[in-house]
């Protein structure tokens, strides 16, 4: 089946729309995609609505508006329509994660996307999880397993968004996933603090900046990284770190450092050193995060593109195969990767008409 996915990170960026051809357990051929920024003032309403537990209705109405505008242009930009497409997987735009609350909001309506897209939707992937006692997250582990089936093992792959988060992948299916800790978000509110700009562009920041030590241990220290995986973690679960007076160089430096470092600790919960580091999510496009990485990890540190995956496309793409999963049955999280009791489905149908 086509499946078109739509997914708007913790990075809070834009939404990404991508096609695949999919049954679910593996991926047939993949679409042309697309990357739709949100607007300025969009993205700020959301930035100021993460941890709420308010019900925002009508931020979730401009949401689900803005990522129907992103198919909308995706169809005109390749010369396609609804007619082309069997079903959609509609992340939606989280604002609050909190699995020891079993508690997990991801803004965006379903059902009114079925009509404005004229297509068939799943969304709400992570809650039937949360409500089993797991974590929510992350849910891509399986998409990644299905994407490097022939690749040799034991494998890494490391999304970098507002959180980072690893993919283990062993011999005879063996998998294992969770968030190592934060990914850009804390870089991106610091740089937008300090030069009013969305993020850190090529690194320039951090490339002219110094890791201040004793604030990289202070951070290491959160409680976070001493809990056993599968764990998760949300956007702000470190917002409230003091950086002091550092300057924007060495502040952005050091959320480098504390990235790649929380990457290296991974290590310590995984069942197998990896032979091999894929890096996908907006990190990659970072030079100062893949090399403090590089560093940091000792081995292959590569970007997704040098397997000829679509890394801007990725997530995107996993929700388009999630959403076949979903109305398959077929699970979307497991032991391994969410601490969910059982293999579990989830996901919910809302139909164009």
């Known amino acids: 089946m086509k499946a078109l996915g739509l997914m708007s990170g913790t990075s809070m960026d834009g939404i990404d729309v991508a096609l695949i051809d999919t049954d679910g357990e593996g991926?047939?051929?993949f679409g042309p995609h697309l990357t739709v920024p949100y607007e300025p003032a969009l993205r700020e309403r959301i930035r100021q609505a993460l941890g709420s537990e308010a019900a925002e209705h009508e931020l979730e109405d401009a949401i689900?508006?803005?990522?129907?505008?992103?198919?909308?242009?995706?169809?005109?930009s390749y010369g396609l329509s609804a007619r082309d497409v069997d079903l959609c997987g509609f992340h939606g735009q989280t604002i609050l994660h909190a699995p020891e609350r079993r508690l997990t909001r991801q803004l965006g309506d379903?059902?009114?996307?079925?009509?404005?897209?004229?297509?068939?939707?799943?969304?709400?992937?992570?809650?039937a999880d949360v409500a089993a006692g797991g974590q929510g997250a992350p849910l891509v582990p399986l998409f990644h397993q299905a994407l490097a089936r022939d690749l040799p093992k034991p494998l890494a792959i490391l999304n970098i968004g507002g959180v980072a988060n690893v993919t283990w992948l062993g011999a005879g299916g063996a998998i294992s996933a969770f968030d190592t800790g934060p990914g850009n978000?804390?870089?991106?509110?610091?740089?937008?603090?300090?030069?009013?700009?969305?993020f850190d562009q090529d690194g320039a920041l951090a490339a002219r900046g110094e890791v201040?030590?004793?604030?990289?241990r202070a951070a290491l220290a959160h409680p976070y990284f001493a809990l056993k995986p599968p764990k998760s973690l949300d956007r702000n679960a470190f917002a409230g770190l003091d950086l002091g007076p550092l300057s924007p160089e060495d502040g952005a430096a050091t959320l480098v450092a504390l990235t790649a470092v929380s990457v290296r600790r991974a290590l310590d919960?995984?069942?197998?050193?990896?032979?091999r580091w894929l890096v996908c999510?907006?990190?990659?496009?970072?030079?100062?995060?893949?090399?403090?990485?590089?560093?940091?990890?000792?081995?292959?540190?590569e970007p997704v593109e040098a397997v000829g995956w679509q890394g801007d496309a990725l997530e995107a793409q996993a929700f388009a195969f999630l959403a076949l999963r979903s109305i398959r049955a077929l699970p979307l999280s497991l032991p391994e990767t969410t601490a969910v009791p059982r293999p579990l489905s989830g996901g919910r149908l809302h139909r164009a008409t």
Do not use: C, K
């Open 27 to 29: 991926v047939q051929a």
């Open 64 to 76: 689900t508006l803005a990522h129907a505008e992103a198919v909308s242009r995706y169809f005109d």
């Open 110 to 127: 379903g059902a009114a996307l079925a009509r404005l897209i004229g297509i068939n939707v799943v969304n709400d992937f992570r809650s």
């Open 185 to 198: 978000a804390l870089i991106d509110d610091w740089v937008s603090r300090h030069r009013g700009r969305p």
């Open 212 to 216: 201040l030590e004793p604030i990289l």
């Open 269 to 275: 919960h995984l069942p197998a050193a990896p032979l």
């Open 281 to 301: 999510g907006g990190g990659r496009h970072n030079p100062a995060i893949m090399a403090a990485l590089r560093h940091a990890l000792g081995v292959h540190v």
